[in-house]
């Protein structure tokens, strides 16, 4: 058997032993009669986190996820950690990124190989005694049942039902969360909706623009592919648009472990025929030969793999993708799914193989390809879909831009945040006067590190009492862009699962819970709270 070959096996057959481990033997396996203390919806980080915090607390723990996978986007491609200031990330959160240095045997580690992230989730998962459900998917119509303000129990495509006396909805979508008839929005709001300088449509933006004049239509005058027509929104004003997705993609550029880049079907060059135009004029602007580097964001991991991710005017991000996919069927957002792995898929094909790609670039491109022992049971490309942004709760209280630049303290703080405002880009579309192309709506602004009140993950009162949601929280698109990042899911997540300990033992709604007692128990943990 050769190397790769080995590696694979070695890495399915711990995937098996896991999996009989957790006695989770997919979509077969049907829980418990028993009720659980917590049912947590959603294996992310924030997910896995939220269940162990809740099972060291002495609950028992039920974690419901849809696929075969623990961490999303952590153990899903984002090896490149997204930390901001890593002296506010503490408690649990900062345990993890520790766990991973052990495995390359430092003591920290934030730069990491996504099967290692997917080790460390397995190994915190089995020590805290979690119950872990795989290919247990929400029904998509009536999978939440409610008396009065309370989630009894919530019932999954195969059959299952679990039963529990709080819940927490990790997801990414929130569909826990919308079935339990909790209010929500997608999109921007509005600049006057909470007095936001940065909400809305954005006025243009100088990263991630086209360096070079390209014009957006074909010889017959229409707009070329990848362009959208140019709406007549004012700068400021609220939509419905999503920003743009993308899969992360861990890349080798060792020929032991690297698999060529995949022609997906239906492949048409005439797809980026915007990118073929523009490259030519880029590398002129640039004065210098193009790299890889100047078309995605390569960032080096451990033993030569990368975390890629979208950088420039036309890259991995496939915008305007995912507009339809927070309010999604399952079937539409396994269409637009596919459609993104088509988009991302066809643009590496494309630098590689198309003539007109600047020579550096194709050269270079050919010298990479994906990582034979990532991935092994999807065909080495990325299990979780970067849901950057879907649903938003608006709950007991909704974080806006005034939370994260000037109001910066709370009184129920449960963590920190401190990465800069981030939101990719929304548009893609010609510029006013129609002759070249532009982005609108990225948005990169740094914000002072902050404290999160543990309002964010509550629903309103009187919508559900025993549901926490430290994943599709309460904020504004603007403050959302800063929240959203991985380290902080998991801060909240543990900050959710004990706050569910301290709602059983005392029995009260979620929103009864002292924000003293919880600080207190979540300091007690390394958690950090205040600057």
Same mark, same amino acid.
């Given at each position: 058997?050769?190397?790769?070959? *080995?590696?694979?096996?070695?890495?399915?057959? %711990?995937?098996?032993?896991?999996?009989?481990?957790?006695?989770?033997?997919?979509?077969?396996?049907?829980?418990?009669?028993? +009720? /659980?203390? *917590?049912?947590?919806?959603?294996?992310?980080?924030?997910?896995?986190?939220?269940?162990?915090?809740?099972?060291?607390?002495?609950?028992?723990?039920?974690?419901?996820?849809?696929?075969?996978?623990?961490?999303?986007?952590?153990?899903?491609?984002?090896?490149?950690?997204?930390?901001?200031?890593?002296?506010?990330?503490?408690?649990?959160? +900062?345990? /993890?990124?520790?766990?991973?240095?052990?495995?390359?045997?430092?003591?920290?580690?934030?730069?990491?190989?996504?099967?290692? %992230?997917?080790?460390? /989730?397995?190994?915190?998962?089995?020590?805290?005694?979690?119950?872990?459900?795989?290919?247990?998917?929400?029904?998509?119509?009536?999978?939440?049942?409610?008396?009065?303000?309370?989630?009894?129990?919530?019932?999954?495509?195969?059959?299952?039902?679990?039963?529990?006396?709080?819940?927490?909805?990790?997801?990414?979508?929130?569909?826990?969360?919308?079935?339990?008839?909790?209010?929500?929005?997608?999109?921007?709001?509005?600049?006057? !909706?909470?007095?936001?300088?940065?909400?809305?449509?954005?006025?243009?933006?100088?990263?991630?623009?086209?360096?070079?004049?390209?014009?957006?239509?074909?010889?017959?005058?229409?707009?070329?592919?990848?362009?959208?027509?140019?709406?007549?929104?004012?700068?400021?004003?609220?939509?419905?648009?999503?920003? %743009?997705?993308? /899969?992360?993609?861990?890349?080798?550029?060792?020929?032991?472990?690297?698999?060529?880049?995949?022609?997906?079907?239906?492949?048409?060059?005439?797809?980026?025929?915007?990118?073929?135009?523009?490259?030519?004029?880029?590398?002129? !602007? *640039?004065?210098? $030969?193009?790299?890889?580097?100047?078309?995605?964001?390569?960032?080096?991991?451990?033993?030569?793999?990368?975390?890629?991710?979208?950088?420039?005017?036309?890259?991995?991000?496939?915008?305007?993708?995912?507009?339809?996919?927070? !309010?999604?069927?399952?079937?539409?957002?396994?269409? +637009?799914?596919?459609?993104?792995?088509?988009?991302?898929?066809?643009?590496?094909?494309? @630098?590689?193989?198309?003539?007109?790609?600047?020579?550096?670039?194709?050269?270079?491109?050919?010298?990479?390809?994906?990582?034979?022992? &990532?991935?092994?049971?999807?065909?080495?490309?990325?299990?979780? @879909?970067?849901?950057? &942004?879907?649903?938003?709760?608006?709950?007991?209280?909704?974080?806006?831009?005034?939370?994260?630049?000037? &109001?910066?303290?709370? $009184?129920?703080?449960?963590?920190?945040? =401190?990465?800069?405002?981030?939101?990719?880009?929304?548009?893609?579309?010609?510029?006013?006067?129609?002759?070249?192309?532009?982005? &609108?709506?990225?948005?990169?602004? $740094?914000?002072?590190?902050?404290?999160?009140?543990?309002? *964010?993950?509550?629903?309103?009162? $009187?919508?559900?009492?025993?549901?926490?949601? #430290?994943?599709?929280?309460?904020?504004?698109?603007?403050?959302?862009?800063?929240?959203?990042?991985? #380290?902080?899911?998991?801060?909240?997540?543990? %900050?959710?699962?004990?706050?569910?300990?301290?709602?059983?033992?005392?029995?009260?709604?979620?929103?009864?819970?002292?924000?003293?007692? @919880?600080?207190?128990?979540?300091? =007690?943990?390394?958690?950090?709270?205040?600057?």
């Amino acid at each position: 058997m050769t190397v790769r070959g *080995l590696r694979a096996a070695r890495v399915l057959l %711990a995937t098996v032993a896991l999996l009989t481990t957790l006695g989770a033997a997919g979509g077969a396996q049907r829980p418990p009669a028993e +009720i /659980f203390d *917590l049912v947590v919806y959603g294996g992310t980080a924030g997910g896995v986190i939220t269940a162990v915090a809740a099972a060291r607390e002495g609950l028992r723990v039920a974690l419901v996820e849809p696929g075969r996978h623990l961490g999303g986007m952590v153990s899903g491609g984002l090896g490149w950690t997204d930390y901001g200031k890593k002296e506010v990330i503490g408690g649990y959160s +900062i345990e /993890f990124f520790q766990r991973v240095g052990a495995k390359y045997g430092r003591d920290i580690e934030w730069h990491f190989e996504p099967h290692v %992230a997917e080790a460390v /989730f397995n190994d915190l998962i089995k020590e805290a005694g979690v119950r872990v459900f795989f290919e247990h998917r929400l029904r998509e119509k009536d999978a939440v049942v409610k008396s009065g303000t309370e989630v009894t129990e919530i019932r999954t495509e195969n059959g299952g039902t679990f039963r529990a006396r709080v819940f927490a909805d990790t997801s990414y979508e929130g569909d826990l969360m919308a079935q339990a008839h909790v209010t929500y929005v997608s999109g921007r709001e509005g600049i006057s !909706e909470y007095n936001e300088s940065l909400a809305g449509v954005r006025d243009r933006t100088p990263f991630h623009q086209f360096k070079a004049s390209v014009s957006p239509l074909d010889s017959a005058g229409k707009l070329l592919p990848e362009i959208m027509p140019r709406s007549t929104d004012s700068i400021g004003a609220a939509d419905t648009r999503v920003q %743009a997705y993308n /899969f992360r993609l861990c890349m080798t550029r060792n020929p032991a472990n690297r698999v060529a880049w995949p022609k997906p079907a239906g492949y048409s060059a005439a797809r980026y025929e915007l990118l073929a135009r523009y490259l030519p004029v880029f590398e002129h !602007e *640039l004065g210098r $030969p193009l790299a890889i580097n100047d078309v995605m964001k390569a960032d080096i991991l451990q033993n030569g793999k990368t975390d890629t991710n979208n950088n420039g005017a036309f890259s991995t991000d496939y915008i305007g993708g995912s507009y339809d996919y927070p !309010e999604g069927s399952y079937a539409t957002r396994a269409r +637009i799914r596919q459609a993104h792995i088509a988009y991302i898929q066809g643009f590496l094909y494309f @630098l590689a193989s198309d003539t007109r790609v600047p020579a550096s670039l194709s050269a270079e491109m050919k010298e990479w390809g994906l990582c034979a022992d &990532e991935f092994v049971d999807a065909g080495h490309w990325p299990y979780q @879909l970067y849901v950057r &942004e879907a649903r938003r709760m608006v709950g007991e209280y909704v974080m806006s831009q005034k939370d994260i630049q000037t &109001e910066l303290t709370k $009184p129920d703080s449960i963590g920190m945040g =401190s990465y800069n405002s981030d939101s990719h880009n929304v548009q893609r579309r010609p510029t006013e006067d129609g002759r070249a192309v532009e982005n &609108e709506g990225d948005m990169q602004v $740094p914000v002072t590190p902050y404290e999160i009140p543990y309002r *964010l993950i509550l629903p309103k009162r $009187p919508q559900a009492t025993n549901l926490l949601v #430290p994943v599709c929280f309460s904020a504004t698109h603007v403050a959302y862009s800063t929240l959203r990042m991985e #380290p902080q899911y998991m801060i909240l997540g543990q %900050a959710a699962g004990v706050a569910a300990k301290l709602a059983i033992e005392n029995k009260q709604a979620v929103q009864d819970v002292d924000p003293r007692a @919880l600080a207190a128990k979540l300091v =007690s943990q390394r958690a950090i709270l205040h600057r």
